[in-house]
């Protein structure tokens, strides 16, 4: 921290803090275990960094405060704003759209009129934080017009933009009536990043054909509104997990014999499979769940031998479609177990809440088969956890294709979620794989989810945008 601002801003759509109200109305904050929280803090605390975000409560505003050396800057939203920018634009409009229109994306004005609103808020407080010639790192699908309203306001600072989420093709891109404005709004930043390198190509495209913009590769060319001219490039930057921090909580004696004492829990099943997701539509829930009743049905499968534990974390309880997707799984989950389960003897065991890291860790120390079958994902975290949960070599990984994590994971049983048989067939080899085929496949995913961690992802991508020039080229340059 200089006298003039921060040297780093990261701005994200929440705080990394859990925020909660006592009941005579005091407000307290604890640190969230957030893998974005872990990758940034060393990185935060070197530069002396802030953190600009929303509290995640309605109609909460707050001063800017510190927490851990970082300084943490609330940015307020009414309830109304809530409803239309987050669970409106952001969760109802972008998030089925740029997951391939999985479920339908929602058009509404109000709920656009509401994004450029809270982007424009969000955009002043960076602003307002950041020191000359910062560096102002900006998260997510939802702080898109975040990057140029930031430059508008501040020409000195560096620029970057990271999206957790996929980017969908040019032709379902076509659809949203502000795809013009989004590309804009992205293009403000000096390096963006995605998370394959097929959702970089599916952003240029769209640069392409929305814009007047020249593009070579990765670069696209931007001439801002005073006529300079600056160079954006968008690429690929896979993030990752605190892989080693994983590691280590699954190596514990405490976090072992819980792994061991859940398997006991379940009556000792020759085969746990294992599902952990939040409760989101793109995760393909039904499918998996569909696929593993049709496998009891057919007898490939038979209980108490094989039980499946879903943990599935309330998510984004407001919006319509997690409402309904709840009840699918519910009735579903409730079908099969009233079917193929006998007393103390359930096929599925389905809990509906969110776990501490140990009990995370000791769950997937526990199952033999994990079972990620997105239908679409950016990276999907779930899946290196698992793998640096594993140091015993043991357990195999079904990964759903469509997740950014399958461009990585070699070693894992490749799926496509909508071939239930294709699916089934997998799973079942997954079950019946013997230990020296169970080692020889974690032992590269391991690999290569210890090398690559969180730390190495933003570390990557800091240095990329260090690199660009301070300022961009006025109009008279070449
Ligand atoms: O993966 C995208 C993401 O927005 C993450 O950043 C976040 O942790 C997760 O989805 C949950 O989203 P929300 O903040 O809406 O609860």
Same mark, same amino acid.
């Given at each position: =921290?200089?006298?003039?601002?921060?040297?780093?801003?990261?701005?994200?759509?929440?705080?990394?803090?859990?925020?909660?109200? $006592?009941?005579?109305?005091?407000?307290?904050?604890?640190?969230?275990?957030?893998?974005?929280?872990?990758?940034?803090?060393?990185?935060?605390?070197?530069?002396?960094?802030?953190?600009?975000?929303?509290?995640?409560?309605?109609?909460?505003?707050?001063?800017?405060?510190? $927490?851990?050396?970082?300084?943490?800057?609330?940015?307020?939203?009414?309830?109304?704003?809530?409803?239309?920018?987050?669970?409106?634009?952001?969760?109802?409009?972008?998030?089925?759209?740029?997951?391939?229109?999985?479920?339908?994306?929602?058009?509404?004005?109000?709920?656009?009129?509401?994004?450029?609103?809270?982007?424009?808020?969000? @955009?002043?407080?960076?602003?307002?934080?950041?020191?000359?010639?910062?560096?102002?790192?900006?998260?997510?699908?939802?702080?898109?017009?975040?990057?140029?309203?930031?430059?508008?306001?501040?020409?000195?600072?560096?620029?970057?933009?990271?999206?957790?989420?996929? #980017?969908?093709?040019?032709?379902?891109?076509?659809?949203?009536?502000?795809? @013009?404005?989004?590309?804009?709004?992205?293009?403000?930043?000096?390096?963006?990043?995605?998370?394959?390198?097929?959702?970089?190509?599916?952003? !240029?495209?769209?640069?392409?054909?929305?814009?007047?913009?020249?593009?070579?590769?990765?670069?696209?060319?931007?001439?801002?509104?005073?006529? &300079?001219?600056?160079?954006?490039?968008?690429?690929?930057?896979?993030?990752?997990?605190?892989?080693?921090? #994983?590691?280590?909580?699954?190596?514990?004696?405490?976090?072992?014999?819980?792994?061991?004492?859940?398997?006991?829990?379940? &009556?000792?099943?020759?085969? =746990?499979?294992?599902?952990?997701?939040?409760?989101?539509?793109?995760?393909?829930?039904?499918?998996?769940?569909?696929?593993?009743?049709?496998?009891?049905?057919?007898?490939?499968?038979?209980?108490?031998?094989?039980?499946?534990?879903? !943990?599935?974390?309330?998510?984004?309880?407001?919006?319509?479609?997690?409402?309904?997707?709840?009840?699918?799984?519910?009735?579903?989950?409730?079908?099969?177990? &009233?079917?193929?389960?006998?007393?103390?003897?359930?096929?599925?065991?389905?809990?509906?809440?969110?776990?501490?890291?140990?009990?995370? @860790?000791?769950?997937?120390? $526990?199952?033999?088969? =994990?079972?990620?079958?997105?239908?679409?994902?950016?990276?999907?975290?779930?899946?290196?956890?698992?793998?640096?949960?594993?140091?015993?070599?043991?357990? !195999?990984?079904?990964?759903?294709?469509?997740?950014?994590?399958?461009?990585?994971?070699?070693?894992?049983?490749?799926?496509?979620?909508?071939?239930?048989?294709?699916?089934?067939?997998?799973?079942?080899?997954?079950?019946?794989?013997?230990?020296?085929?169970?080692?020889?496949?974690?032992?590269?995913?391991?690999?290569?989810?210890?090398?690559?961690?969180?730390?190495?992802?933003?570390?990557?991508?800091?240095?990329?945008?260090?690199?660009?020039? $301070?300022?961009?080229?006025?109009?008279?340059?070449?």
């Amino acid at each position: =921290m200089s006298d003039d601002g921060y040297d780093f801003v990261v701005v994200a759509n929440r705080l990394p803090v859990d925020f909660s109200v $006592a009941e005579d109305g005091t407000t307290s904050w604890t640190t969230s275990p957030g893998g974005l929280v872990t990758a940034l803090e060393p990185v935060m605390q070197a530069h002396s960094g802030a953190w600009v975000g929303w509290s995640g409560s309605p109609d909460l505003d707050h001063e800017p405060f510190d $927490a851990d050396g970082v300084r943490l800057v609330p940015v307020a939203l009414s309830a109304t704003e809530v409803e239309l920018y987050y669970e409106g634009f952001s969760n109802d409009t972008l998030w089925p759209l740029y997951h391939d229109v999985i479920e339908p994306p929602a058009y509404h004005r109000q709920w656009w009129d509401a994004y450029r609103k809270v982007n424009a808020r969000f @955009a002043a407080a960076a602003a307002a934080q950041a020191a000359p010639g910062a560096i102002v790192w900006v998260q997510d699908y939802q702080l898109q017009l975040v990057p140029a309203l930031l430059r508008e306001l501040r020409p000195d600072v560096r620029i970057g933009f990271f999206n957790h989420i996929p #980017f969908p093709s040019l032709e379902i891109f076509a659809q949203l009536p502000w795809r @013009a404005q989004v590309i804009r709004g992205l293009l403000g930043a000096d390096l963006i990043g995605f998370q394959r390198a097929s959702d970089a190509a599916n952003f !240029v495209r769209s640069v392409r054909r929305f814009t007047d913009l020249t593009t070579r590769g990765e670069v696209i060319t931007v001439t801002d509104d005073d006529g &300079g001219r600056r160079y954006v490039r968008a690429a690929a930057f896979p993030i990752s997990i605190d892989s080693e921090h #994983f590691d280590n909580l699954a190596r514990s004696p405490a976090v072992k014999a819980r792994a061991l004492e859940i398997r006991e829990e379940l &009556g000792n099943p020759e085969v =746990m499979l294992l599902g952990v997701d939040r409760l989101d539509y793109t995760k393909g829930i039904r499918h998996r769940v569909k696929a593993f009743g049709e496998l009891l049905q057919d007898g490939r499968l038979t209980v108490p031998e094989v039980t499946l534990v879903q !943990v599935a974390s309330p998510s984004r309880e407001n919006v319509g479609a997690y409402q309904q997707l709840r009840e699918d799984v519910e009735l579903l989950v409730g079908r099969i177990n &009233g079917e193929y389960g006998h007393l103390g003897k359930a096929p599925i065991h389905y809990f509906h809440h969110s776990y501490p890291a140990e009990e995370m @860790a000791a769950l997937y120390l $526990a199952a033999d088969v =994990m079972l990620v079958t997105a239908l679409r994902d950016g990276m999907n975290l779930v899946a290196k956890e698992y793998v640096a949960a594993r140091s015993d070599e043991r357990g !195999v990984l079904v990964l759903s294709e469509f997740t950014g994590a399958a461009d990585e994971l070699a070693g894992s049983v490749l799926i496509n979620p909508h071939d239930i048989d294709g699916m089934k067939d997998r799973i079942v080899l997954a079950v019946e794989m013997d230990y020296r085929e169970q080692r020889k496949r974690m032992r590269r995913l391991r690999r290569r989810v210890l090398e690559d961690d969180v730390e190495k992802w933003s570390q990557t991508f800091l240095a990329v945008l260090s690199a660009v020039p $301070a300022h961009h080229l006025p109009a008279h340059q070449p």
